[in-house]
């Protein structure tokens, strides 16, 4: 193909728009060959987000209270993380003393801290938050942990012959050079979190967006079931674009266009 | 004869690795008159960045003196330019600038600093620009113009054009000459290059390898800018060389009669 008609088709052919659209007519088709109940298609579904979920009594609530843990669970791990993450990547005798105890985080089932999140804290509105900050801040860690490894030794070499204070060197060297881990670690921080809020909502909640699809699913309505999942996913997307996006072409405008 | 700026007396360093013990530095003394241009000529690996390490205080020495101070005794102010610009990549060349300045300039006064010595190695039009911007040499022009920007009375330079292709490195060279006698700064080199060490130096000091001790001292007062056509400098090029390969026999010899023994 020569590259005129690739470029003609590929603005024709907008690469996230036609995925978006593929998607909508492979899951038009799927309905087609399975029963009504168990794979509704895209346009009862849709009308299920605006009539069944946004108009619904308690959506706000529902919603609220989702966002609330994702926020609280996201900010604990968060803060834990780096925490562990930063005093790993600078001291070596603490990178050994818990990169065991960083891989045992990782390897524990989510499900098991969901569980005995309630066993322990029996079904309060902030049981999910348990699990969700003892999942996610190890992803947090290790990134952080990766990120004061990666700093340039001769840089930091620089600034002290230049006799650079030890302030701006962590402020000018360490800080910028740890920006793109704290962006990835808030990435996938954030799309662990809001996962695992979800699942611990099945287990220890009575109100959440998780509760809502575990409601529905009880009542076999794979309809409202998807119609949450969807809306959820919508938002999840908005957040990805409007904020993370947006930060990181912000925070990392000095790096060359063909990165970003 | 001027004054000496930089006077190392008996410096040894020894590096302390898996229980054995390294001695890099062997009992090496020598002194810097202000205001020359002085160099350090070694082999790869001999320990020369160790020295210039030791010299700036980013490492301990083992044994031995240095005095670095003026004539009124007190400290000199001393800056570096490394084998690569070591540039902050997220800052513009301004800003990597004046990021060592320190506290005593304000801000406008260390921006016109930064422009002044960004004129004296023809970039000042690319002061907004970002370290990816540029080129390599330009890269470690923006080098050489951060580390005059404090205004140091001693240069220390570390191979600074050894990652650069040769033809950049000879306009880069002459450009240093000519900076050096406007700015009337102590250089200390560093170099494994000869004919680069034989075009720029007052005086050579040659290094052998590790353990590093002086092998030769050499003044050179060919008069300056220097070609590499002139006779003169050609036979001073082949002297050199001819030391350069005595050292490595003698070295080697003791390396034979150590391992015969």
Not at chain 1, 52 to 58: A, P, R, T
Not at chain 2, 99 to 106: A, D, L, R
Not at chain 2, 211 to 215: D, F, H, M, S, V
Not at chain 2, 224 to 230: M, N, Q
């Given at each position: 193909m020569d590259t005129t008609l690739k470029t003609r088709l590929t603005k024709v052919f907008h690469p996230k728009v036609t995925g978006i659209v593929c998607l909508f007519i492979l899951w038009e088709i799927a309905s087609l060959i399975t029963p009504e109940n168990l794979f509704p298609n895209p346009y009862v579904v849709g009308r299920a987000v605006i009539l069944?979920?946004?108009?619904?009594?308690?959506f706000l609530f529902h919603v609220g209270m989702t966002g609330l843990r994702i926020i609280i669970g996201f900010c604990i791990s968060f803060s834990m993380g780096m925490s562990l993450g930063v005093l790993m990547g600078a001291k070596r005798f603490w990178e050994e003393f818990f990169t065991d105890y960083v891989i045992i985080g990782l390897t524990i089932p989510s499900l098991a801290w969901a569980v005995i999140g309630v066993l322990w804290?029996?079904?309060?509105?902030?049981?999910p938050v348990f699990a969700t900050a003892m999942i996610v801040f190890p992803y947090v860690a290790i990134n952080f942990w990766e990120g004061v490894k990666d700093v340039d030794k001769d840089l930091v070499d620089m600034g002290r012959a230049f006799d650079v204070s030890k302030r701006r060197i962590i402020r000018h060297i360490y800080i910028p050079s740890i920006l793109p881990f704290t962006l990835a670690a808030a990435r996938i921080g954030f799309s662990i979190s809001w996962k695992i809020v979800i699942v611990g909502e099945v287990f220890?909640?009575?109100?959440g967006i998780g509760y809502m699809i575990y409601y529905w699913y009880h009542m076999f309505n794979m309809r409202l079931v998807l119609a949450w999942l969807l809306f959820f996913t919508f938002v999840m997307l908005l957040v990805e674009y409007f904020i993370f996006k947006r930060l990181e072409r912000s925070l990392l405008a000095w790096r060359p266009q063909a990165i970003l | 004869m001027g004054y000496k700026l930089i006077r190392v007396n008996g410096l040894k360093k020894v590096f302390h690795q898996d229980g054995g013990e390294l001695?890099?530095?062997?009992n090496l003394s020598f002194d810097v008159e202000e205001g020359s241009f002085t160099t350090v000529l070694g082999p790869?690996?001999?320990g020369k960045s160790t020295l210039l390490n030791i010299l700036t205080g980013l490492e301990d020495l083992s044994a031995g003196t240095i005095d670095i101070s003026s004539s009124g005794r007190e400290k000199v102010k001393m800056s570096y330019v490394f084998q690569?610009?070591?540039?902050?990549?997220?800052?513009s060349v301004i800003d990597n600038i004046t990021?060592?300045?320190?506290?005593?300039?304000?801000k406008e006064e260390g921006a016109e600093v930064a422009i002044e010595y960004l004129k004296l190695v023809g970039l000042e039009e690319f002061a907004?620009?970002?370290?990816?911007?540029?080129?390599g040499g330009m890269q470690q022009r923006v080098g050489i113009a951060r580390a005059l920007s404090v205004e140091p009375v001693v240069l220390l330079m570390d191979e600074?054009?050894?990652?650069?292709d040769e033809i950049t490195a000879k306009r880069m060279r002459a450009d240093l000459e000519d900076i050096w006698q406007k700015t009337k700064v102590t250089i200390f080199f560093i170099t494994h290059d000869l004919s680069e060490a034989a075009l720029l130096s007052d005086r050579i000091i040659f290094m052998t390898q590790k353990?590093?001790?002086?092998?030769k001292d050499f003044t050179i007062d060919l008069p300056?800018?220097?070609?590499?056509?002139?006779q003169r400098f050609f036979e001073l090029q082949k002297k050199l060389s001819r030391q350069f390969h005595l050292m490595q026999e003698s070295y080697e010899e003791i390396e034979d009669r150590l391992q015969t023994s």
């Open positions: 069944g979920v946004i108009l619904k009594e308690g804290l029996g079904l309060r509105p902030l049981t220890g909640a009575s109100n | 001695l890099v530095l062997d790869s690996g001999c690569t610009a070591r540039l902050l990549p997220w800052k990021f060592v300045h320190g506290m005593e300039k304000s907004h620009h970002y370290p990816h911007q540029l080129s600074p054009f050894s990652h650069l353990p590093a001790q002086i092998y300056r800018p220097r070609s590499e056509e002139d």
